[in-house]
């Protein structure tokens, strides 16, 4: 037997499994409907959000609920995003996308200006954002994109091509995310590993999240409008000697201000005023 006949068959299960493995996982995201690859079970990355979020909370400030205004602010706008999520995925039929979720909202003592929401509706804003966003409307920017990342399955996508980049294992579920190398992807797509660094979102992610997150806003009640300007003096906070951590991962240039101005007639549709 010559040596490519006795490969032959190895290679053709692996080509299957490759096939089945791509079809099983590949998703669309909604809106843009681009495909995409999701190799970890949505319950897995709910399960290692709730985790995660839990260590996260107990590891850092959380500022205390009671009466402080900045922490109702975040819950109010937070939780207007959610709503507004919840409504335009029921109207596409969509409503599995958060079937498992369980939305918190966290306003965290740190002067780093950040925010992320992780699978699941685990979000957390830093106390160093609420400077830079000055007001409620362009909170519900930042909160509009970041959970929009969520909904499109980022995490999971970035988590995905970081799996087979360095070749782990997918062992199953229960295994996954008991494995501290996936944990580390994980906390790596959050930017919150650490010295681990942190996996830049890709331009196409972020054009989906701010796509995403103006309509999330609009119908929300926030004027989707509020944008520009929020992203135009963020793109001048770039050049500054202290740019805010939230630059790091979204650069806001002249490209993105140019494609939320295209995206303005479609998220004005939504918009509801004076809720
Ligand atoms: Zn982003």
Request: charged share 20%; proline share 5%; aromatic share 6%.
């Amino acid at each position: 037997m010559d040596r490519n006949s006795r490969m032959k068959p190895s290679f053709v299960w692996i080509i299957g499994l490759a096939i089945t493995l791509v079809s099983a996982s590949c998703s669309r995201v909604p809106l843009t409907g681009r495909r995409q690859l999701n190799l970890i079970p949505e319950s897995t990355m709910d399960q290692m959000a709730v985790s995660e979020y839990k260590s996260f909370l107990s590891s850092n400030s959380v500022v205390s609920s009671s009466s402080n205004k900045n922490v109702e602010l975040v819950k109010r706008v937070g939780s207007r995003i959610a709503a507004a999520v919840t409504e335009y995925l029921k109207e596409n039929n969509l409503s599995d996308r958060v079937a498992g979720y369980q939305w918190e909202f966290n306003l965290v003592d740190n002067k780093e200006a950040n925010a992320w929401c992780m699978p699941g509706g685990k979000v957390v804003v830093y106390t160093g954002l609420l400077p830079i966003t000055q007001d409620e409307t362009s909170l519900a920017v930042v909160l509009g994109h970041e959970i929009a990342h969520a909904i499109a399955r980022h995490g999971n996508e970035r988590m995905s091509q970081q799996l087979v980049a360095q070749g782990i294992q997918m062992a199953g579920s229960v295994a996954l995310d008991k494995n501290p190398q996936v944990q580390n992807i994980f906390l790596q797509s959050f930017g919150i590993g650490g010295n681990l660094g942190m996996l830049a979102f890709s331009r196409q992610d972020e054009l989906e999240a701010d796509e995403l997150g103006l309509i999330f806003m609009a119908m929300a009640g926030y004027d989707p409008r509020q944008a520009i300007p929020f992203w135009q003096r963020m793109s001048k906070m770039a050049g500054g000697s202290a740019p805010p951590a939230l630059l790091s991962d979204h650069p806001s240039d002249a490209n993105r201000i140019a494609q939320i101005q295209k995206l303005m007639p479609t998220a004005l549709k939504y918009y509801k005023p004076g809720q």
